[in-house]
Antibody
Framework: QVQLVESGGGVVQPGGSLRLSCAAS????????MHWVRQAPGRGLEWVAFIWYDGSSKYYADSVKGRCTISRDNSQNTLYLQINSLRPEDTAVYYCASRTSNYYMAVWGTGTTVTVSS | EIVLTQSPGTLSLSPGERATLSCRASQSVSSSYLAWFQQKPGQAPRLLIYGASSRATGIPDRFSGSGSGTDFSLTISRLEPEDFAVYYC??????????FGGGTKVEIK
């Protein structure tokens, strides 16, 4: 079945960096755009970044622009999110989600938790 | 950027009752690119509705979506115990940014 599994979260000090991964299975990963969405503790959902199916275009939320890089390796069916200059307000559960050909987010992973704290 | 405002913030109802959740956009949502998600504590969001009114695969028919332009709603015809959760609307399209509403919590009265 279609599955997305995130990893790479953890506790990091302010100013540090992390690379999150999202392993995809059960569908043709290379045909679909992919999103990252995050949720701070007790808060709502915030879209973070999107990458086209072939990696040719990337989009970022203003809150992470210049600090985040989304990328993908279609040969490994894996999506990535590099986050630099981490701030306490980046503390959240980070989800990856696949986009269908009709643009909506169909499948979500279970999330990986990032905690930025000294 | 389109801002989505959900109301009410919390809805207190009993099982078997009807729930109506509202999502208002700051500008027209093109082609009804409006989705609804359900989220339970400790779980990832689950897609319920896309295209404003199309149910996702496996979603019971007690869930229905309607609306266009700037006003959308999600209706749960008869609440089941497993329906008590937080619901988010989201606008999407061919190009980001995407935005989510602040959520409506449906709680047991």
């Amino acid at each position: 079945q279609v599955q997305l599994v995130e990893s790479g979260g953890g506790v990091v000090q302010p100013g540090g960096s992390l690379r999150l991964s999202c392993a995809a299975s059960g569908f043709t990963f290379s045909k679909f755009g992919m999103h990252w969405v995050r949720q701070a503790p007790g808060r709502g959902l915030e879209w973070v970044a999107f990458i086209w199916y072939d990696g040719s275009s990337k989009y970022y939320a203003d809150s992470v622009k210049g600090r985040c890089t989304i990328s993908r390796d279609n040969s490994q069916n894996t999506l990535y999110l590099q986050i630099n200059s981490l701030r306490p307000e980046d503390t959240a559960v980070y989800y990856c989600a696949s986009r269908t050909s009709n643009y909506y987010m169909a499948v979500w992973g279970t999330g990986t938790t990032v905690t930025v704290s000294s | 950027e389109i801002v989505l405002t959900q109301s009410p913030g919390t809805l207190s109802l009993s099982p078997g009752e009807r729930a109506t959740l509202s999502c208002r956009a700051s500008q027209s949502v093109s082609s009804s690119y409006l989705a609804w998600f359900q989220q339970k504590p400790g779980q990832a969001p689950r897609l319920l509705i896309y295209g404003a009114s199309s149910r996702a695969t496996g979603i019971p028919d007690r869930f229905s979506g309607s609306g266009s332009g700037t006003d959308f709603s999600l209706t749960i015809s008869r609440l089941e115990p497993e329906d008590f959760a937080v619901y988010y609307c989201q606008q999407y399209g061919s190009s980001p940014p995407l935005t989510f509403g602040g959520g409506t919590k449906v709680e047991i009265k």
